[in-house]
């Protein structure tokens, strides 16, 4: 067992050239050095996160809804049958050849199996009130945890000049707000990915949980390297765009379409600025070339580095998505009803109808 953690814990993989973990266990007086240990305190903070959005939704965003006249909705429901339920737990959406195989044994024409799984389909789907209080949830959480960065950072010397990420690395001293800024974003991404296990299972649950599991392990492997200052400024220039696109989904659900529409553009402006420009030139370049020139690469260096640049390509991914949206709704006057599902981040994107998949393709953006 202890060479399994010798392993893992490895000194030549995870820190730079000549230091130890024992000369990170006892920072000098008035210095605190993270401590890995810390991190587990976002796993209880998580159920804590999870008991808050209840709360929220309850008391907060309903209310809100209420005000705005969004409708709980209710779907048709699709009339109890073993035979198809257990053909739709497999797949969803059956294939021609399945739907005659069914058509025979259940003796159905083909519409009435087509309209069971079309009802079937729309009783999974997540309704807007449903939809609209996550989104409230989310947009005020990442303008609180932004705002929150914003002043932390906008007082340390790294955020006007990057090269302070890397003097005397790792040997720098973690302030209170720095734990606090990672514990907070720690316990809400747990918190995602425990409610994606309780809440209505979207048709992505395989996507979203392999994003917010890459997004835990960033932020805790950033914590265990001290990597504080950078990781501050990655969850920084993250935030400030998923604002937009939560308040783009909210005015979209409340039927505000013109707020909505402009909304969605300066989502697509700040994703650009903050994704495509401040990240890469700015924060990648520091990374990748001041730590190389100032600390010296090391073995979990290159597998930070790797990941931050597998990030650059989601993001020209997305924003190539999101360009095609926006441009459709600056040149039509407004983002038209097949591309509206669109906005939703991937975690709730529900597409209507086939129709609206064959003119998407599917797409959609987190």
Same mark, same amino acid.
């Given at each position: 067992?202890?060479?399994?953690?010798?392993?893992?814990?490895?000194?030549?993989?995870?820190?730079?050239?000549?230091?130890? $973990?024992?000369?990170?266990?006892?920072?000098?007086?008035?210095?605190?050095?993270?401590?890995?240990?810390?991190?587990?305190? *976002?796993?209880?903070?998580? &159920?804590?996160?999870?008991?808050?959005?209840?709360?929220?939704?309850?008391?907060? *965003?309903?209310?809100?809804?209420?005000?705005?006249?969004?409708?709980?909705?209710?779907?048709?429901?699709?009339?109890?049958? *073993? &035979?198809?339920?257990?053909?739709?737990?497999?797949?969803?959406?059956?294939?021609?050849?399945? +739907?005659?195989?069914?058509?025979?044994? +259940?003796? $159905?024409?083909?519409?009435?199996?087509?309209?069971?799984?079309?009802?079937?389909?729309?009783?999974?789907?997540?309704?807007? +009130?449903?939809?609209?209080?996550?989104?409230?949830?989310?947009?005020?959480?990442?303008?609180?945890? @932004?705002?929150?960065?914003?002043?932390?950072? $906008?007082?340390?010397?790294?955020?006007?000049?990057?090269?302070?990420?890397?003097?005397?690395?790792?040997?720098?001293?973690?302030?209170?707000?720095?734990?606090?800024?990672?514990?907070?974003?720690?316990? @809400?991404?747990?918190?995602?990915?425990?409610?994606?296990?309780?809440?209505?299972?979207?048709?992505?649950?395989?996507?979203?949980?392999?994003?917010?599991?890459?997004?835990?392990?960033?932020?805790?492997?950033?914590?265990?390297?001290?990597?504080?200052?950078?990781?501050?400024?990655?969850?920084?220039?993250?935030?400030?765009?998923?604002?937009?696109?939560?308040?783009?989904?909210?005015?979209?659900?409340?039927?505000?379409?013109?707020?909505?529409?402009?909304?969605?553009?300066?989502?697509? @402006?700040?994703?650009?600025?903050?994704?495509?420009?401040?990240?890469?030139?700015?924060?990648?370049?520091?990374?990748?070339? !001041?730590?190389?020139?100032?600390?010296?690469?090391?073995? *979990?260096?290159?597998?930070?580095?790797?990941?931050?640049?597998?990030?650059?390509?989601?993001?020209?991914? $997305?924003?190539?998505?999101?360009?095609?949206?926006?441009?459709?709704?600056? @040149?039509?006057?407004?983002?038209?009803?097949?591309?509206?599902?669109?906005?939703?981040?991937?975690?709730?994107? !529900?597409?209507?109808?086939?129709?609206?998949?064959?003119?998407?393709?599917?797409?959609?953006?987190?």
């Amino acid at each position: 067992m202890s060479s399994i953690s010798a392993w893992v814990w490895s000194e030549k993989f995870w820190l730079p050239e000549n230091v130890t $973990w024992v000369d990170l266990e006892h920072p000098p007086p008035g210095v605190d050095y993270p401590r890995l240990r810390h991190v587990l305190y *976002a796993l209880p903070l998580a &159920v804590v996160v999870l008991l808050l959005r209840l709360l929220f939704e309850r008391l907060v *965003a309903k209310p809100c809804a209420h005000i705005l006249h969004i409708q709980a909705g209710q779907h048709r429901r699709a009339q109890p049958n *073993a &035979v198809l339920e257990r053909v739709y737990q497999s797949k969803t959406t059956p294939d021609s050849k399945q +739907l005659q195989g069914l058509s025979k044994q +259940l003796d $159905w024409d083909i519409q009435k199996i087509q309209r069971w799984f079309r009802n079937r389909r729309s009783q999974d789907k997540p309704s807007v +009130l449903t939809k609209f209080s996550e989104s409230m949830w989310r947009f005020t959480f990442y303008l609180g945890v @932004f705002v929150y960065g914003l002043h932390h950072l $906008w007082r340390s010397p790294w955020m006007w000049d990057t090269r302070q990420c890397w003097y005397n690395y790792p040997f720098q001293h973690q302030s209170p707000e720095q734990y606090n800024y990672y514990i907070a974003e720690l316990a @809400f991404y747990w918190s995602l990915m425990i409610s994606q296990f309780t809440d209505i299972r979207r048709k992505d649950f395989v996507i979203m949980l392999v994003h917010h599991l890459a997004t835990i392990f960033l932020i805790t492997f950033s914590y265990a390297n001290n990597m504080l200052r950078a990781g501050t400024l990655v969850m920084c220039v993250h935030d400030a765009s998923d604002i937009f696109l939560e308040a783009a989904k909210l005015a979209n659900y409340a039927k505000y379409q013109k707020l909505c529409d402009g909304l969605f553009v300066v989502f697509s @402006f700040s994703f650009f600025i903050c994704r495509l420009v401040i990240y890469p030139f700015w924060i990648v370049y520091s990374v990748l070339f !001041e730590s190389w020139e100032i600390v010296g690469p090391y073995q *979990a260096w290159w597998l930070l580095n790797g990941l931050l640049l597998v990030l650059q390509v989601l993001h020209i991914i $997305w924003f190539y998505l999101i360009l095609r949206i926006a441009i459709k709704a600056i @040149f039509k006057g407004k983002v038209s009803k097949d591309d509206r599902s669109d906005i939703e981040s991937s975690s709730d994107e !529900e597409v209507d109808s086939t129709q609206s998949v064959k003119q998407n393709g599917g797409t959609h953006h987190h």
